[in-house]
């Protein structure tokens, strides 16, 4: 679902819409569910994270105009997961959640090597990758949601995206 499809969904809901509400939570709940669950690396407060995203987004829909609302409700997705890790007491320092990621696949090697891949990125970089990768983001929505220069972006894509590669060909 693009931008465009996405604003219109979006503009539906505030209609009323109900099916408009269960496209856009069809869409994008495995993509946000990712994304947050790299940030808490926990299944079940990932899971209600979800659901506080899409219960806020069902009672009160952005209003227009939105540039960029796959933007918009991925970083309400983070915000919400850092702020939850955040009030959680073993992280209350972010510097302790610096290597927190996970990534749900099927076959489990494949995941197994994903995950201790991505572990190794810096949690900027890790959430760069993934919000690229995992939400589809374009890169001045990363720049965006994360609210760091889009060169800055860019640059920590390319080196963690290098440094998967790197340990890739180790494997």
Request: glycine content about 2%; some cysteine; proline content about 6%.
């Amino acid at each position: 679902m693009d931008n465009e499809s996405l604003r219109s969904k979006l503009m539906a809901l505030q209609s009323g819409d109900k099916t408009a509400f269960e496209d856009i939570y069809n869409h994008l709940k495995t993509p946000m569910y990712t994304i947050i669950l790299r940030i808490t690396r926990d299944r079940s407060l990932s899971e209600d994270i979800l659901q506080e995203v899409f219960f806020k987004l069902y009672k009160s829909p952005p209003k227009p105009p939105i540039r960029k609302p796959r933007a918009y409700l991925f970083q309400m997705a983070r915000n919400l997961a850092i702020d939850h890790v955040r009030k959680l007491p073993q992280y209350a320092n972010w510097d302790s959640v610096e290597n927190i990621v996970y990534l749900p696949l099927d076959d489990f090697t494949t995941k197994m090597d994903i995950d201790h891949a991505m572990k190794t990125l810096p949690l900027l970089e890790c959430q760069i990758v993934s919000l690229r990768i995992n939400g589809g983001l374009k890169f001045r929505e990363i720049s965006d949601v994360m609210n760091i220069p889009l060169g800055t972006v860019l640059w920590r894509y390319q080196k963690g995206i290098k440094q998967l590669r790197s340990i890739f060909k180790e494997v």
